[in-house]
């Protein structure tokens, strides 16, 4: 079946510009996470999602980045008025979550963003 | 909130012979450690995960270990390939609460043929 979708591959902008990445979970995955990842370091969790339950945003560096997810599928991270500090990949990740059972994270190819 | 560390952050050995990444945790409720290979502009994926309640786990060529007591757990990889030439990552995280992982900030793993 299909994996977990990230979009666009690679996104160049301007130091200022608002840019909105895009992730499109495996299907029936209640949970969805975004992460970020600067050159040569590990992963930042950023936010977290789980079905209707307010997202967890204690991740987001800043009131820049936001995001927003449509009932269990696509969500969108933007990030408003880029810096140069925020060139990362940007990966999602999605998870069936039970209760009570910890599910792998499935993750996306990520979006590289790079800004000038 | 976790703390996780990773060792070391390069690891050079040749094909055949064993390597060895140890990660360390700060927070006792941690009780999922999974481990992540990641290949040049892919996503991590999965390669082995531990549950608390088990002090080993072995999937072929693949092993990890976990000392709750230390709060640490290592994978090991036997009979090196250059295929398993990438970087690799530890996590930690619990069942309850926020459910997102705390990385380790990896190891780049290179097998010599």
């Known amino acids: 079946g299909a994996g977990v979708s990230q979009s666009p591959s690679n996104k160049v902008t301007e130091k200022g510009k608002d840019v909105e990445l895009r992730c499109d979970p495996i299907?029936?995955?209640?949970?969805l996470y975004w992460y970020r990842q600067r050159l040569g370091q590990g992963l930042e969790f950023l936010i977290y999602?789980?079905?209707?339950?307010?997202?967890?945003k204690s991740g987001l560096p800043s009131d820049r980045f936001s995001a927003e997810r449509t009932g269990e599928s696509v969500s969108t991270l933007t990030i408003q008025r880029t810096q140069q500090e925020d060139s990362a990949v940007y990966l999602c990740?999605?998870?069936?979550?039970?209760?009570?059972?910890?599910?792998?994270?499935?993750f996306g190819p990520g979006t590289r963003l790079t800004v000038l | 909130g976790e703390n996780v560390e990773q060792h070391p952050s390069t690891l050079s050995v040749q094909e055949g012979d064993s390597a060895v990444i140890k990660c360390t945790y700060s927070?006792?409720?941690?009780?999922?450690f999974p481990w992540y290979k990641q290949e040049l502009g892919k996503g991590p994926q999965l390669i082995i995960d531990?549950?608390?309640?088990?002090g080993e786990k072995k999937d072929q060529r693949i092993a990890v270990t976990l000392n709750k007591t230390a709060k640490h757990f290592s994978l090991h990889i036997t009979e090196t390939q250059p295929e398993d030439s990438a970087v690799y990552f530890c996590?930690?995280?619990?069942?309850?609460?926020?459910?997102?992982?705390?990385f380790g900030s990896g190891t780049r793993l290179q097998v010599q043929p």
């Open positions: 990740a999605s998870s069936a979550v039970r209760l009570a059972v910890y599910n792998e994270q499935f």
């Open positions: 299907s029936g995955h209640t949970a």
């Open positions: 999602f789980q079905g209707n339950s307010a997202p967890d």
């Open positions: 927070d006792s409720a941690s009780n999922y």
């Open positions: 531990i549950r608390s309640n088990v």
């Open positions: 996590a930690a995280s619990g069942v309850t609460g926020r459910r997102a992982l705390t």
